[in-house]
């Protein structure tokens, strides 16, 4: 099983509004990553948890705050949106989170994000 | 800096034909190389991965190639089918960090019937 799950698919919400969203992998990956996708932009890296604990933080605003309960559930839970921050966010996860040969991060769905 | 650039920034072609994608980089050190596609709206998906010593790598109708002496790498579709329209990214992996990859800007291509 190759798959990375994220919900919802679709979240629109104010800028008052507490969201969270989800991610899961039973691949047994140790590191996960969230990335926030604005429409034809790669994917820039918002955070890393390798072995449930924060190894990278790109210097993202505190009105994003990541979660790691266990090393198959990641979550980036969102307060204070601004209509900015609308864009596709990505979950990935991969086997490690140290430089490796073939180290393949394999990424969800996505989650397209829309705040009023 | 560590950059990957990506050409044609767009492609259109019928189906049936093949293409190639190019992706050059200036990654040091080098651990390796990737080719993901994109569906619109949905996460990348792995092609292939590719390391130093590697020249090339097939999945099905995908083969990527690389020259690491070079730095450049190169993503041939053959017999393009309609579900190939896609963006396709080129990603490397610095030695010192496999978290921080490097993504280019992508290609999107369009398969016309």
């Given amino acids: 099983d190759t798959e990375v799950t994220q919900t919802p698919k679709h979240l629109v919400m104010g800028m008052t509004n507490k969201k969270s969203l989800k991610c899961e992998q039973h691949m047994g990956h140790r590191a996960m990553y969230w990335y926030k996708q604005k429409a034809k932009k790669p994917p820039e890296l918002m955070f890393v948890y390798s072995y449930e604990k924060l190894s990278i933080n790109e210097s993202v605003p505190s009105r994003f705050s990541p979660e790691c309960p266990n090393s198959s559930l990641l979550n980036l839970h969102l307060h204070a949106l601004q209509p900015e921050d609308s864009a596709l966010y990505l979950c990935a996860s991969s086997q490690v989170g140290t430089a490796s040969g073939t180290d393949t991060q394999y990424f969800g769905p996505g989650t397209r994000l829309t705040v009023l | ?113």
């Avoid at chain 2, 990957?4 to 259109?12: D, F, T």
């Avoid at chain 2, 990654?27 to 190389?33: A, K, Q, Y």
């Avoid at chain 2, 083969?63 to 309609?82: P, R, V, Y």
């Fill in chain 2, 1 to 113: 800096k560590n950059q990957v650039e990506q050409s044609p920034q767009s492609l259109i072609i019928l189906e049936g034909k093949n293409c190639t994608l190019q992706c050059n980089y200036t990654v040091s050190p080098f651990s390796n190389l990737r080719w993901y596609k994109q569906d619109t709206g949905r996460g990348p998906v792995s092609l292939t991965i590719m390391t130093f010593s590697e020249n090339t790598k097939s999945n099905g109708r995908y083969t990527a190639t690389l020259d690491a002496d070079t730095k450049q790498s190169s993503l041939h579709i053959t017999a393009s089918q309609l579900s190939d329209s896609a963006s396709y990214i080129c990603v490397v992996s610095p030695y010192s960090s496999a978290s921080k990859i490097i993504f280019g800007s992508g290609t999107r291509l369009s398969i016309r019937p």
